[in-house]
């Protein structure tokens, strides 16, 4: 079962929309095309309203078009109705389309938008968001994993272009075709990693720990809190992971699952430090100031990395999408104010589930004197 | 000035909604919440319909919330309102995130879906589709040109991510950031095209030829239709096509501005045969079977361009989306039923501009002694 709401506007000479005589030709002329469309279909109830009018009709099977007249001259046409799974729609794509083109022709309209029908309380929701909150649709056609951990919901959804989909709280986290997403966050041609110390704090999804041991590092310690994540990717992004959630331990690296700052605390305590540090946790956050759990949490454990850091080593992590420059710069300043200073490097790459350019910070202590100090 | 409408919905036991002492007491949860957010707001009007039932309410300003309780266990809440261009909306990004919560913990439901307010009738128009018909939102924030072309409406728009796109009758058609597109169109790299000669069919946009001119072909003959198409790529992608459009002719290429069958029936007439023909014109069409103005059209060039293609020539192409592979298999079953026969390989990209992956075509005769018969 699905709600289907099929979105339809268009502008039109305010002039036509200027009195009640003018709103009542112009919803007349829309009427006679919405039956055309819609069996049954009879005006319930109408409301005058500042700066214009609303008619509300009802159709076949309880099917509803609210229909807005702004005095300004645009009209908002809403179309909606339940639709069992295997039924097919009131309204399918075919004749939206052709709705549409009469709405066009009978209203001699200068301008109509038809919006691809939203289906809403689906048993998946195909609809996430960029990091500027856009609305975008994906091609999902699966969900194939969905549990809530004790830290988020994590869901394994399947997508025709992307292939599986790792989704945390509703943000699309990595997917099939995300190579050059973890290949941007490790620098994988600038940075050399063989014989290095590494630790990642978080990276559940396995796919930066894989890549790390293609390159022959020393050890590496992945700290990652939610075993949800690990025992669903593992199952169902092999491809991007291979079989590290499923081993947990090898000669040279170790998945310790506990809160990631127990372990970098534990290195501070004994004085260890390590050659590259991964912020492979949450992304920088979506706020008009550095304020808040997230950004509290964030700024710990970047003081805390530093700490377990060689003077010439390096912390990694993904920042936010390019469309969110507010934030980035947020996060810049944060960066500014740690002691020993620091300097950084930007990368940035278009990530294939995130449909947009992301950024990547590369962040470095400003002298290797200050650094080991 | 736009219109704001806010799309939000949610799923509870169909138990609290099986009969109207539940509908109303769920609904008058849902009222109470609403009521903190949008002022004034009374009930205007309420319907019993099949499945469910309709509560209009109107609030400040000429708002209206219509909620929609589905006996199923759905509530559909679309929220409407005008907003004026420097006018502060009526619920911003932050208050319909509160609200959603809010929704979430006063009716305690299972799942709560907000989307991403939609605008509708702004000054442009920031929702495209994908080549299987899904939303998707641009961060598109300036319309730079708009014209109505004698064969279609040409617009340059500028994306944030992507740069400046042509948008041909609202379809997207290269941005900035499209190298991409061309290389595969082209296979930079797989193919040489020094000292060749190439016909274009279609290609306004002229990145195709800028491209194929740093190969050092023998000549190049374009030809395109849309004179407007030229004019604006030009003017505004001047990154994707550098000089060509303003040149027009140089000493191996030349733009001409027609029906591209006229000069690829003179071909015929003079019996001049090329080493690449590509067809850079109208995406195959997505329909249910390979009928219509635009089948014929596609397939009427093709007999056409083997005409004028050397034995070791090929047919270049771009297909479709990697989401419609049925609109793929009907073009690939034309291509079967060309006389002499021919074969073809097929090249993927992930097309930034597009937001998924396209299917492109390399077409050559089966057997190069049918290929010149």
């Given at each position: 079962?699905?709600?289907?709401?099929?979105?339809?506007?268009?502008?039109?000479?305010?002039?036509?929309?200027?009195?009640?005589?003018?709103?009542?030709?112009?919803?007349?002329?829309?009427?006679?095309?919405?039956?055309?469309?819609?069996?049954?279909?009879?005006?319930?109830?109408?409301?005058?309203?500042?700066?214009?009018?609303?008619?509300?009709?009802?159709?076949?099977?309880?099917?509803?078009?609210?229909?807005?007249?702004?005095?300004?001259?645009?009209?908002?046409?809403?179309?909606?109705?339940?639709?069992?799974?295997?039924?097919?729609?009131?309204?399918?794509?075919?004749?939206?389309?052709?709705?549409?083109?009469?709405?066009?022709?009978?209203?001699?309209?200068?301008?109509?938008?038809?919006?691809?029908?939203?289906?809403?309380?689906?048993?998946?929701?195909?609809?996430?968001?960029?990091?500027?909150?856009?609305?975008?649709?994906?091609?999902?056609?699966?969900?194939?994993?969905?549990?809530?951990?004790?830290?988020?919901?994590?869901?394994?959804?399947?997508?025709?272009?992307?292939?599986?989909?790792?989704?945390?709280?509703?943000?699309?986290?990595?997917?099939?075709?995300?190579?050059?997403?973890?290949?941007?966050?490790?620098?994988?041609?600038?940075?050399?990693?063989?014989?290095?110390?590494?630790?990642?704090?978080?990276?559940?999804?396995?796919?930066?720990?894989?890549?790390?041991?293609?390159?022959?590092?020393?050890?590496?310690?992945?700290?990652?809190?939610?075993?949800?994540?690990?025992?669903?990717c593992n199952k169902y992004l092999r491809s991007i992971?291979?079989?590290?959630l499923e081993t947990r331990k090898g000669p040279n690296?170790?998945?310790?699952?506990?809160?990631?700052?127990?372990?970098?605390?534990?290195?501070?305590?004994?004085?260890?430090?390590?050659?590259?540090?991964?912020?492979?946790?949450?992304?920088?956050?979506?706020?008009?100031?550095?304020?808040?759990?997230?950004?509290?949490f964030m700024i710990t454990i970047l003081n805390s990395?530093?700490?377990?850091?060689?003077?010439?080593?390096?912390?990694?992590?993904?920042?936010?999408?390019?469309?969110?420059?507010?934030?980035?710069?947020?996060?810049?300043?944060?960066?500014?104010?740690?002691?020993?200073?620091?300097?950084?490097?930007?990368?940035?790459?278009?990530?294939?589930?995130?449909?947009?350019?992301?950024?990547?910070?590369?962040?470095?202590?400003?002298?290797?004197?200050?650094?080991?100090?």
């Amino acid at each position: 079962m699905s709600v289907q709401t099929l979105l339809l506007d268009f502008s039109i000479d305010p002039a036509r929309l200027g009195d009640e005589i003018g709103q009542k030709t112009v919803f007349g002329q829309l009427e006679t095309v919405l039956k055309e469309y819609i069996p049954n279909l009879i005006l319930a109830t109408e409301l005058k309203l500042e700066g214009g009018s609303l008619k509300l009709l009802t159709g076949k099977k309880g099917s509803t078009v609210s229909v807005r007249l702004f005095d300004r001259g645009l009209v908002t046409v809403n179309i909606e109705y339940y639709k069992e799974e295997n039924e097919e729609p009131l309204i399918n794509l075919k004749c939206s389309k052709l709705l549409e083109s009469s709405v066009r022709m009978s209203l001699d309209c200068e301008r109509v938008k038809l919006f691809p029908t939203i289906k809403r309380g689906y048993k998946y929701d195909v609809y996430l968001t960029s990091s500027d909150d856009r609305l975008l649709e994906y091609d999902i056609d699966a969900v194939i994993f969905d549990e809530q951990s004790p830290f988020q919901r994590v869901q394994i959804v399947h997508s025709k272009t992307l292939g599986n989909m790792l989704v945390l709280d509703e943000l699309q986290n990595i997917s099939e075709a995300d190579l050059i997403y973890t290949e941007t966050l490790m620098q994988r041609g600038k940075e050399s990693y063989e014989g290095k110390e590494i630790v990642i704090l978080g990276g559940g999804d396995g796919a930066l720990l894989y890549e790390l041991l293609k390159e022959k590092p020393k050890y590496v310690w992945m700290l990652e809190i939610d075993e949800v994540v690990m025992t669903a990717c593992n199952k169902y992004l092999r491809s991007i992971c291979g079989d590290v959630l499923e081993t947990r331990k090898g000669p040279n690296y170790e998945v310790i699952v506990e809160d990631c700052m127990l372990t970098v605390n534990k290195f501070i305590a004994d004085g260890k430090k390590v050659d590259y540090i991964f912020g492979d946790l949450t992304d920088i956050p979506i706020s008009e100031s550095a304020c808040g759990e997230l950004w509290e949490f964030m700024i710990t454990i970047l003081n805390s990395s530093f700490k377990i850091l060689k003077p010439n080593g390096k912390f990694m992590t993904h920042g936010n999408g390019a469309t969110s420059p507010e934030s980035l710069e947020l996060y810049e300043q944060e960066l500014a104010k740690l002691k020993p200073p620091v300097k950084y490097t930007k990368s940035k790459a278009f990530v294939p589930s995130f449909l947009e350019d992301w950024y990547f910070y590369h962040i470095s202590f400003a002298t290797t004197d200050n650094g080991d100090a």
